[in-house]
C-alpha cells in the first residue's frame, strides 16, 4: 500500500485559511456595528470564534477525505482491482529518494538548484531503460551535467502516488522538464500495452498537476559489434500540433543525413552500419510504422494532450562500471533531449497558485489602502485644527472668520456625513475616528459659532420685534408686517426652544430679513451666512446648551398683537391627506374577490376596480380613528406654540373636538364615495345559455354559497363603520332617566332610540334597509327585501328548470313567452319587476348596482326565454302574411313600378279594420303592441329583453295611414274634390278620372267632387291640355285601378292646409297645370302614395347581431 502525503492539502487549506480569515476580519471590523457588534472586544472575539469554527470545519473534512481514500484503497485490494505487491518503486525508498535528492542538488548546485537543472522522468520496461540510461534502475536516480534522471516503472502500471507527491515535493512549480519512454520496435507493435501506457501516462499527469513533454526512444537491437562507433543523437522534434503528414516529412527528411553519416562510418568499419540499416528501415516500413503507432498522440488524436515532442533512436549504451554512485556520464545520444528547452504546462485550474496571487494582492492593496487611510485621516484632522484656530481667532478679519467657520462647517458636515452613511471606501481599510473627531471639534465650533452666528442674529431679532412693539397700535405698519413679525417671533423662540428648531425656516427667515454684518462684502454674506445659519439650528437639538433666554417681556407684547392679527391658518385639508397618506401605506386596496371570500364571484358579475384600502372599516378601526386622534392632540402644539404658551389663550373655533369632527365627517364623506363608485361599476356577467342562466340563479339563491349574499353581508359590515354601538348600562341609565322625567315615547321612537347611528348610515340606508339592518331607518318589516328577492328568483329558477327537463322545452319556452307577449303575467315578470322596483328604491345613487344585481340577472332570463319565442313570431309572421303579402303584390303597381296594379279588394282583406294583419297582431301581439290614438307603439313593459322591429312598426303605422284613408268603411273608397285653377299661356284643361270629368277654359273656378274608385266602373285617369301656341295635347293617359295615384305621383303637391293641397303638373311645353286637391280625411289619395316601392318587414322582433346591439345599446342607456 502506498503512502499518503498530505502536504498540497495542508498547504492549500492554509492559504484558504488565511484568505477567509482575512475577509471575514474585514468584514466584521467595517461592518460588524450593523450586526451588534459595537465594540473592539466584540469583534476580536467574533473574529475569534468563527476561526474556531473553520478551522473545526476543515478538520473534519481533511479527516473523512483520508478516511475515505484508505476506505477506498482497501476496497480495490481486496476486489483484486490493485496488486498488493505492485512492481513499482517502493514507498520507504521513494520517501528517502525525495530527501536524498534534494539534499545533494542543494549540496552541488547550491540554494537555486531548482532554476539551474533538468528533472527528466524515465518510464518503461526495466531493460529498456537500462539501455538508455545504465543504473537508473537499481539506483532510481541519476545526475550529471545539470540533468537529473529518475526512474518512474513500468508506463502500463497505475501512476505511483508517492513517486508523485515526491516530484512535486522536489520541485512544485515545474515537477519534469521531460518524461522519457523507451522501447523496442517489437513493445511499439503492441497496440494494446501502448494504449494502456498512453491512459497511464494522462491520469499520471492529472495526479501531478503538470503535463511535462513526452519523447519516444526506440532501443535498437545490434547486438554487441557497434562498439567503438562513434555517438551522435539520431531522431526528430516535433512541433506542437504535429499532424501524421508532418511527422512522414520530418522523418523522411532524416534518412538521406542518416545513410550518408552511415556510409562514412561503414567505410571506416564495416560493423558500424546502425545508421545505414535504421535509414534504410525508416524508408522501408519504419515511416508508416511510426505513422500508425503515434497517430493518437499527434493533432487530434485522443491522447494529444501529452504533448509528443520527439522521436529518438539509439543502440543500447554501455555502463561505465568505475561511476561514482548516483552519476549519470551524459552521452552524446543524450543531445537531442538535454538539448532542447521545451518546457511543460500546467494541468487543470492552478488553485493554489491563484490563491497565493490573490491573498498578495489583497495583502497589498489593504496595505495600500491602511496608508491612505492614515494620510487621509491625518489631512482631515490637520485641516479641522487649522479652521477651528482661525475661527476662534478674533484679530482677524470678521469676513475672514466668517470664512473659516464655514470651512470648519464643512469639515464637520463630512464628518456627520461619514458617520450616518458610512466612511468613503479609502478610509475604511484603517479604523474610524470620525465620531471622535467630530466630538473633538464640535466645542470649538460652537464658541465660534455662538459668537459669529447666534448671538448675531438674536440680537437682530430682538431689535426688529422691539421696533414692532414701539409702533403706534394703529399704525399701517403692524398690519402690513404682521406676518414678518410672525417668523421673526418663530425664528427668535426656536434659539430658546432646541425641540422646535426648524433649519431651511430659520436661515430663511434670517436672510429675509436682511441680516447683515459690519464689514463684511455682500459677496461672503450671501455665499456663507445661509449654510451658517442652517448648520446652527440643525445641530441646536444635539446641543442644548447653545440655546438662548428670549426675553418674556418682549415676546408676550408681539404675541398679544400678532394675535388680534393673525388667525391661526386653517390646516384642515393638509391634516386630512396627511392621515390618508399615512394609512394607505398600511393597508392594501380591498377587491371584489376580498368582499366575497371564497364564492365564486367571476360566474355572476365582475368588476375592475378597487376600494382604496384606506376608506375600510379594518382602517378606521384599525389606524384612521387613532390618527385622526393623534392630529387633533398635536394641532394645537403645531400651530399655537408660537403665539401662545397655554392653550386657553387660543380661540375657541380650534377647538380640538371641532376639528374631529371636521375630520371625520370628511372622511367618511370620502368612504361613502369610493364605495359606491366601486359598487357601481359592478356588471353582471352575460349567459348566452339557458343552462349557463340556471346556474347563474342557482348559485346567487344558494344561501350559503351566493357572492350576492357575501358582497352585501360585507357591505353591511363596512357600513358600520364609524357607529357607535351603545352599552347596556348606557341603555338602563337613559331610560331610567326618561321614566324619572315622565315621558313616555312610541314604539317608533323606542325602536329608534335604540337603534345606533353611524356616519354611513344615510348612505348606506336603501341597502341596509333592503337587507333589514334597523340602522336603514326601515325597520326590519319592509315591503321590499333581498331575500324575498331571492326566494323570487327561486321560483323563477324553479320554473326555467322545468321548461329545460320537459319533452319538449322549445315549445314550453315558446308558450311560455306567448302568455307574456298576450299580456298576462307569469312568475317571470313578477320577478323582474320586483327586481325593478328594488333598483329603483335604492335610488340614483345605486343605480348601477341595483341595475347589475337586480335588474339584469332576471332580464338575461327574461330575454333567454323570449329569444326563442322571438324567432318563432317570425316565422309565423313570414308564414300567415309576407309569403301572402309578396304572392299578392310583388311586382305590382304601387307596390313596384310596373303595368300590373295590385288588386284593390285583396289589399282591403289585408288593411281593413277585421283584416288579415290585425287579426294576427290581435292573436299574439296584444302584449307586446298597443294602439296609441291611430299608431302602433311597442309596449315598454312587456318587451323587455325583446326588441321590436322599428321598421315593423313604421310598416304598421304606414299601412295604418292608408287603411284610415282608403279603406276605412272595409272596402277601397274616396271622395274628395278638385278645383282647376288658371295659368299663364294655358286656354284649357281637361281632366278625367273613372269617367268623371273636369274641363276648365278659364271660367270661373268650382269645386268637383269626386269618388275613387267610381261605382261606373271606368277605370283610368287622363289629363290633357290647350295652350295659346298649340291644339290640345294629352299629358297622361292612364288605365285601370290605379291610373289615378300613377297621374298623382308625376304631379309636384304641395300643403296648403290641413285638407288642402295645391297638385301642380308640368306639361311637356312647361306650363304649369295647376289644380286645388281637398280631402276630407288625412291626404285623401295622396296617402295611397305611401304605397308606392313599399315592403312588407319580414320580422317582428329583431334577432341576431342587430337585437345584440340594441341590448348593448339599451344596457349603457340604463347605466
Not at 460652537?446 to 397700535?473: C, K, M, T, Y
Not at 358579475?605 to 386622534?629: C, D, K, L, N, Y
Not at 291644339?1031 to 300613377?1046: F, P, T
Request: with cysteine; glycine share 8%.
Amino acid at each position: 500500500m502506498q503512502g499518503i502525503n498530505n502536504k498540497w492539502i495542508t498547504t492549500s487549506g492554509l492559504s484558504l485559511f488565511l484568505f477567509f480569515l482575512a475577509v471575514l476580519g474585514f468584514v466584521i471590523w467595517h461592518f460588524g456595528d450593523e450586526i451588534g457588534l459595537t465594540g473592539n472586544d466584540k469583534k476580536i472575539f467574533a473574529l475569534f470564534i468563527s476561526t474556531l469554527s473553520i478551522i473545526s470545519i476543515r478538520g473534519l473534512w481533511l479527516i473523512s477525505k483520508i478516511y475515505g481514500i484508505r476506505r477506498e484503497q482497501r476496497r480495490s485490494e481486496s476486489q483484486g482491482l490493485v496488486p498488493k505487491k505492485e512492481n513499482r518503486l517502493q514507498t520507504e525508498i521513494i520517501t528517502g529518494f525525495s530527501s536524498e535528492l534534494s539534499s545533494h542538488l542543494y549540496n552541488r548546485y547550491g540554494p537555486f538548484w531548482r532554476r539551474k537543472i533538468r528533472l527528466l522522468l524515465v518510464t518503461g520496461e526495466p531493460e529498456q531503460a537500462e539501455a538508455i540510461a545504465p543504473g537508473l534502475t537499481g539506483q532510481h536516480w541519476l545526475e550529471g551535467d545539470h540533468t537529473v534522471l529518475i526512474y518512474g516503472g513500468r508506463p502500463s502500471a497505475e501512476p505511483d502516488v508517492a513517486l508523485l507527491t515526491a516530484l512535486k515535493k522536489l520541485r512544485r512549480n515545474r515537477p519534469l522538464d521531460g518524461i522519457i519512454w523507451p522501447l523496442t520496435e517489437e513493445q511499439s507493435r503492441q497496440t494494446a500495452q501502448l494504449d494502456k501506457g498512453w491512459r497511464e501516462l494522462v491520469n499520471g499527469s492529472k495526479r501531478l498537476g503538470f503535463q511535462a513533454p513526452l519523447y519516444l526512444w526506440q532501443v535498437c537491437d545490434n547486438g554487441d559489434y557497434q562498439t567503438g562507433r562513434p555517438l551522435q543523437s539520431v531522431g526528430c522534434l516535433l512541433p506542437e500540433r504535429c499532424t501524421p503528414e508532418q511527422l512522414a516529412v520530418m522523418l523522411e527528411a532524416q534518412t538521406l543525413p542518416l545513410t550518408e553519416q552511415g556510409m562514412s562510418q561503414l567505410l571506416a568499419d564495416n560493423r558500424h552500419d546502425f545508421l545505414l540499416r535504421l535509414a534504410h528501415t525508416l524508408a522501408e516500413r519504419g515511416i508508416a510504422h511510426w505513422q500508425t503507432v503515434l497517430k493518437p498522440l499527434l493533432a487530434g488524436g485522443a491522447f494529444s494532450s501529452l504533448r509528443l515532442r520527439g522521436l529518438m533512436f539509439s543502440p543500447p549504451l554501455a555502463a561505465v562500471p568505475e561511476a561514482a554512485p548516483h552519476a549519470w556520464l551524459p552521452s552524446p545520444v543524450w543531445a537531442g533531449v538535454t538539448g532542447d528547452n521545451a518546457r511543460g504546462r500546467a494541468v487543470g485550474f492552478p488553485w493554489l497558485r491563484t490563491m497565493l496571487i490573490a491573498c498578495t494582492c489583497v495583502l497589498v492593496i489593504w496595505g495600500a489602502g491602511m496608508a491612505t487611510s492614515f494620510f487621509a485621516n491625518r489631512a482631515l484632522v490637520q485641516e479641522t485644527s487649522i479652521q477651528t484656530a482661525r475661527a476662534l481667532d478674533t484679530r482677524l478679519p470678521q469676513a475672514e472668520q466668517l470664512v473659516a467657520l464655514h470651512t470648519l462647517q464643512g469639515e464637520l458636515e463630512r464628518l456627520q456625513y461619514r458617520i450616518r452613511e458610512g466612511a468613503p471606501w479609502y478610509q475604511r481599510f484603517g479604523p474610524e475616528r470620525n465620531q471622535q473627531l467630530l466630538a473633538a471639534a464640535f466645542p470649538g465650533y460652537a464658541q465660534a459659532a455662538n459668537r459669529l452666528v447666534r448671538d448675531v442674529a438674536v440680537d437682530h431679532l430682538q431689535q426688529q420685534l422691539s421696533a414692532f412693539v414701539a409702533l403706534p397700535p394703529n399704525s399701517p405698519q403692524r398690519t402690513a408686517t404682521g406676518e414678518q413679525r410672525y417668523k421673526q417671533l418663530k425664528a427668535l423662540l426656536m434659539t430658546a426652544h432646541p425641540e422646535k428648531a426648524d433649519a431651511a425656516f430659520f436661515s430663511t427667515t434670517l436672510m429675509a430679513d436682511n441680516l447683515r454684518y459690519a464689514g463684511v462684502p455682500e459677496g461672503v454674506r450671501q455665499g456663507v451666512l445661509p449654510s451658517l445659519l442652517t448648520f446652527w439650528m440643525a445641530n441646536l437639538p444635539e446641543h442644548p446648551q447653545w440655546k438662548t433666554s428670549s426675553p418674556p417681556e418682549l415676546t408676550g407684547a408681539v404675541r398679544k398683537i400678532l394675535l388680534r392679527q393673525i388667525g391661526v391658518r386653517n390646516a384642515e385639508n393638509t391634516l386630512y391627506q396627511n392621515v390618508l397618506q399615512q394609512v394607505s401605506r398600511n393597508y392594501a386596496d380591498m377587491t371584489l374577490a376580498d368582499m366575497t371570500g371564497d364564492t365564486l364571484t367571476e360566474s355572476l358579475f365582475s368588476t375592475e376596480q378597487t376600494v382604496p384600502g384606506m376608506f375600510t372599516r379594518q382602517a378606521w378601526e384599525g389606524q384612521v380613528r387613532e390618527a385622526i386622534e393623534q392630529v387633533v392632540t398635536a394641532r394645537r402644539e403645531e400651530i399655537d406654540w408660537v403665539l401662545s404658551d397655554r392653550q386657553q389663550d387660543t380661540s375657541a373655533d380650534i377647538s380640538p373636538d371641532t376639528l374631529r369632527n371636521r375630520l371625520t365627517s370628511r372622511y367618511f364623506t370620502d368612504f361613502a364615495g369610493s364605495w359606491l363608485a366601486f359598487l357601481n361599476s359592478i356588471h353582471w356577467k352575460k349567459e348566452d345559455s339557458l343552462s349557463g342562466i340556471l346556474d347563474q340563479l342557482t348559485l346567487m339563491a344558494d344561501a350559503r354559497q351566493s357572492p350576492l349574499i357575501a358582497l352585501t353581508d360585507t357591505l353591511a359590515w363596512q357600513a358600520a363603520a364609524g357607529r357607535e354601538n351603545r352599552g347596556l348600562s348606557d341603555s338602563l341609565a337613559k331610560s331610567a332617566q326618561e321614566l324619572f322625567n315622565g315621558k313616555e315615547k312610541t314604539p317608533q321612537q323606542s325602536r329608534e332610540g335604540n337603534e345606533p347611528v353611524g356616519p354611513l348610515d344615510k348612505t348606506f340606508a336603501p341597502l341596509l334597509r333592503l337587507l333589514g339592518d334597523k340602522a336603514g331607518g326601515g325597520g326590519g318589516d319592509t315591503q321590499l327585501s333581498l331575500q324575498t328577492y331571492l326566494t323570487r328568483v327561486t321560483r323563477v329558477r324553479l320554473k326555467l328548470q322545468q321548461v329545460t327537463n320537459a319533452p319538449d322545452p322549445q315549445e314550453m319556452t315558446q308558450q311560455l313567452a306567448q302568455t307574456v307577449l298576450q299580456g298576462k303575467t307569469v312568475d317571470l315578470t313578477d320577478t323582474r319587476d320586483y327586481g325593478r322596483l328594488i333598483a329603483a328604491s335604492l335610488g340614483e345613487e345605486w343605480s348601477g348596482f341595483g341595475q347589475a344585481l337586480f335588474v339584469r340577472p332576471v332580464e338575461q332570463s327574461w330575454r333567454q326565454v323570449l329569444t326563442p319565442a322571438a324567432d318563432s313570431l317570425n316565422r309565423q309572421w313570414q308564414q300567415a302574411i309576407v309569403s301572402h303579402w309578396n304572392q299578392d303584390f310583388a311586382g305590382r303597381y304601387p307596390f313596384k313600378t310596373s303595368q300590373n296594379d295590385a288588386s284593390l279588394p285583396l289589399l282591403a282583406q289585408y288593411l281593413r279594420d277585421d283584416g288579415r294583419i290585425n287579426q294576427f297582431i290581435a292573436a299574439n301581439l296584444s302584449g307586446v303592441l298597443k294602439r296609441e290614438g291611430r299608431y302602433w307603439v311597442a309596449d315598454a313593459m312587456n318587451t323587455q329583453g325583446l326588441t321590436v322591429n322599428p321598421d315593423f312598426i313604421r310598416a304598421l303605422n304606414r299601412l295604418r295611414d292608408v287603411a284610415d284613408t282608403a279603406f276605412a268603411s272595409g272596402d277601397a273608397g274616396i271622395h274628395f274634390e278638385l278645383r282647376a285653377k288658371p295659368a299663364r299661356d294655358v286656354m284649357k284643361t281637361h281632366l278625367v278620372i273613372d269617367g268623371q270629368e273636369l274641363e276648365y277654359f278659364n271660367q270661373k273656378e268650382r269645386w268637383q267632387r269626386f269618388n275613387w274608385p267610381d261605382e261606373q266602373w271606368q277605370p283610368g285617369a287622363s289629363l290633357s291640355w290647350t295652350s295659346t301656341q298649340a291644339m290640345e295635347r294629352i299629358l297622361a293617359d292612364y288605365r285601370g285601378s290605379w291610373s289615378l295615384i300613377r297621374l298623382l305621383e308625376r304631379a309636384q303637391v304641395t300643403p296648403v292646409d290641413s285638407s288642402t293641397f295645391k297638385v301642380v303638373w308640368k306639361a311637356q311645353d312647361g306650363l304649369p297645370l295647376n289644380y286645388l286637391l281637398r280631402v276630407e280625411q288625412g291626404k285623401g289619395p295622396l296617402a295611397l302614395l305611401e304605397l308606392k316601392n313599399f315592403r312588407l318587414p319580414g320580422q317582428v322582433f329583431l334577432t341576431g347581431r342587430s337585437m345584440k346591439d340594441a341590448e348593448e345599446y339599451g344596457e349603457d342607456a340604463d347605466e
